[in-house]
């Protein structure tokens, strides 16, 4: 399982909008408004890195509203929870 995290600026007008969006669409997990120079973050949670810009190259651009976004591949993951587990589903 990959993983990316997706900065986003958006016409603050459309936050909502955008974040509804994407929450929607496939191999995006979750959303989330955040503070800070970026208005949302959406994690990327697919098979492999070809999927991940396929995503940000063409989907997310698909989406009006969308000013600036600023990606970071995650390499490994700190957590007590068994996210692959839970991701997996439906995956065998």
């Not at 669409?25 to 070809?50: H, K, Q």
Request: proline content about 1%; hydrophobic content about 45%; charged content about 25%.
């Amino acid at each position: 399982m990959e993983t990316a995290i997706v900065h986003l600026k958006v016409d603050r007008k459309k936050i909502n909008t955008v974040a509804n969006q994407l929450a929607e669409m496939d191999g995006i997990t979750e959303v989330y408004s955040i503070s800070g120079p970026f208005d949302l973050i959406a994690i990327i949670r697919v098979n492999n890195t070809d999927m991940i810009a396929d995503i940000v190259t063409k989907d997310l651009l698909k989406i009006e509203g969308i000013l600036d976004s600023e990606t970071s591949i995650a390499f490994r993951c700190y957590s007590k929870h068994d996210l692959d587990s839970m991701f997996s589903v439906g995956f065998e």
